[in-house]
């Protein structure tokens, strides 16, 4: 998952009492993901906040000798060894992720899993680039007096770019484009007619805020896939820019700029591949150095903010040079999905897909303990431990499904969703005949709840099967408690959900059984300043993980539904999804 963007109401002069009145929240959207900036591929974003469908769906029985095999102790002993040292926190590509890999498939042989993956193997090789920068002089603004700001790579900014090669000299005209967004859906053109081809563009990332007079504009404090930093490179790569400058500020990022910094100087992981029109330049720049752009173009950055808030913003040709060179290592390597099958008996071509990543941050920088493994217990040892749970479960039925069934565990998700993306685009059977895809990501390890969320399901039929299957375990569904964090576009369902298959991501609950309101703020809270992507996120033996069967039980039913019937889920209408199902399923005519 990538990081939340934290909704605000404005920048105020006295920016410090701002800070201080949002840094509470940003401090717990900071640390509420499970993976870090990096390269993504954009997914049609909603245009719509169309309520959900109302056909109903009813839970299918579902045989105990399926559902019997999810236990603890087997789903404990997964955890516990893809998250022992011995693995070496399973960095893509890496010996690690070799282990891990071999250890899933097999996992998947013994189950009688046919494979699912190239070449009669159980195995996708992910082709990946990897980048590390290392500017030789300032990222310089010059504006056309002469005057110039020079600004330091890691205090004053971050680049990357989508090019395979080892030098890169960037020098162009920037323009302010406020928002970035083309949405018409939202009647939004942030670039109305004005030509950015071979510029630089400047922008804020999140949504235009809502105002009193539109209260639902970009559906409110949910935020959508324009906002995402993402979409404004996707943007500018689309309009023939040559690169993006991204303003961060604590309130639109929802993190401090150290959380980008922190990895700017170290290798950038993306597909081999790269993008249609790549960027040479893709950077982040700090607040206080914006403001001072905004200043060398004769206005200041709150003005920017009001002006950008407006559909009648116009992109502003800036009397501004940037220019950059930048020297990059350059490796190309592989990541590695794992991928096995039940093949359906009526309609084999159809499928249903169970994903988890197996991949986590490997060896990094030591703790204060002087321990550099960043084991992944819950992030995603607990997931991949559910994948070979359901494994277990559903190849228990007596009759082979309709449906085929894939398990997929994916490389690279926290290099951007990058397995998840390449599989979408090289599937082993074809997504528009997909019925639907479930993924589990950190797993509840604490503890049962009496709820359960399900992630993006509100914006299909899935959530009316989401809650008919948890209603069977006895169990509610509870909304998406932090929407404003953009969580469904931040975990592998994305890259299904882009190629237009209903999906969901399988989340934990706020409710948890025998303990206090607000114990699950406090767990989470525990959890995302002293474990998330640190070493210390190790297993923990006193785990229960009854909640994990839970989730995992709720899983299986949904996806045994899937593909023992014809049920096909529709994504509600306005749904710009739904557009991506129709396409896919034109394609197969």
Not at 150 to 174: K, Q
Not at 218 to 228: N, P, W
Not at 272 to 288: C, Y
Not at 458 to 481: C, F, I, N, Q
Request: aromatic share 8%; glycine share 8%.
């Amino acid at each position: 998952m990538l990081r939340g963007v934290l909704p605000y109401t404005f920048y105020s002069q006295d920016f410090t009492a701002d800070l201080m009145r949002y840094l509470p929240f940003c401090l717990v959207l900071l640390l509420a993901a499970c993976e870090t900036p990096a390269t993504e591929t954009a997914e049609p974003a909603t245009t719509s906040d169309a309520p959900a469908q109302v056909r109903p769906i009813t839970a299918m029985d579902v045989p105990d000798a399926v559902l019997a095999p999810i236990d603890v102790a087997s789903a404990r002993a997964h955890i516990e060894y893809l998250s022992s040292d011995e693995l070496e926190g399973r960095g893509t590509g890496t010996p690690g992720e070799e282990k891990a890999v071999a250890y899933i498939a097999a996992h998947m042989e013994e189950a009688g899993l046919e494979p699912a993956g190239e070449n009669g193997t159980y195995f996708q090789a992910v082709p990946l680039l990897g980048s590390t920068p290392t500017p030789q002089g300032p990222l310089t603004l010059t504006h056309e007096d002469g005057t110039a700001i020079e600004m330091d790579f890691i205090t004053d900014y971050i680049v990357s770019t989508d090019l395979e090669t080892t030098e890169v000299s960037t020098s162009a005209e920037l323009v302010f484009v406020g928002y970035g967004i083309d949405a018409p859906g939202y009647n939004w053109n942030s670039f109305k007619d004005v030509d950015v081809t071979d510029k630089i563009l400047v922008s804020f990332v999140n949504d235009p805020i809502a105002t009193e007079d539109d209260p639902n504009l970009f559906q409110g404090d949910t935020l959508t896939y324009y906002g995402r930093w993402t979409y404004k490179q996707e943007e500018a790569r689309r309009r023939g820019a040559k690169g993006v400058l991204l303003i961060h500020t604590l309130q639109t990022a929802g993190y401090p700029f150290t959380v980008l910094s922190n990895s700017a100087s170290g290798e950038q992981i993306q597909l081999a591949t790269p993008p249609e029109n790549p960027l040479e330049m893709k950077g982040w720049i700090t607040r206080g150095r914006a403001e001072e752009l905004a200043q060398m173009a004769g206005s200041t950055l709150d003005d920017w903010f009001f002006q950008a808030n407006s559909r009648d913003f116009q992109p502003v040709e800036l009397p501004v040079t940037a220019s950059i060179d930048v020297d990059y290592a350059v490796r190309t390597f592989e990541g590695t999905n794992v991928a096995g099958k039940i093949v359906g008996a009526a309609r084999p071509n159809e499928s249903v897909i169970y994903t988890a990543h197996h991949d986590h941050l490997g060896i990094g920088q030591a703790d204060g303990e002087g321990d550099q493994i960043y084991n992944g217990a819950v992030d995603n040892a607990s997931g991949v431990s559910m994948l070979l749970e359901l494994v277990t479960a559903l190849t228990q039925a007596a009759t082979p499904p309709e449906r085929t069934i894939v398990f997929l565990s994916v490389s690279a998700e926290e290099s951007g969703l990058l397995g998840a993306q390449y599989y979408a685009r090289n599937p082993h059977l074809p997504l528009g005949l997909t019925a639907g895809n479930i993924n589990v990501d950190s797993g509840n390890v604490l503890g049962e709840t009496s709820d359960i969320v399900g992630i993006g399901a509100e914006k299909s039929e899935m959530m009316a099967l989401l809650r008919a299957t948890a209603a069977e375990e006895g169990m509610t569904v509870t909304p998406d408690p932090q929407p404003n964090q953009g969580l469904f576009f931040r975990s592998d369902q994305l890259a299904f959900a882009r190629a237009g298959v209903p999906a969901v991501f399988v989340n934990t609950g706020t409710a948890y059984i025998g303990q206090p309101e607000e114990y699950a703020g406090q767990v989470k809270g525990e959890y995302r300043a002293q474990r998330y992507h640190q070493p210390a996120d190790e297993y923990d033996p006193a785990w229960p993980l009854t909640g994990l069967v839970q989730q995992t039980r709720v899983a299986a039913r949904m996806g045994y539904q899937l593909a023992y019937s014809t049920l096909d889920l529709s994504w509600n209408e306005g749904e710009a999804f739904a557009q991506a199902r129709a396409e896919s399923r034109a394609a197969l005519d």
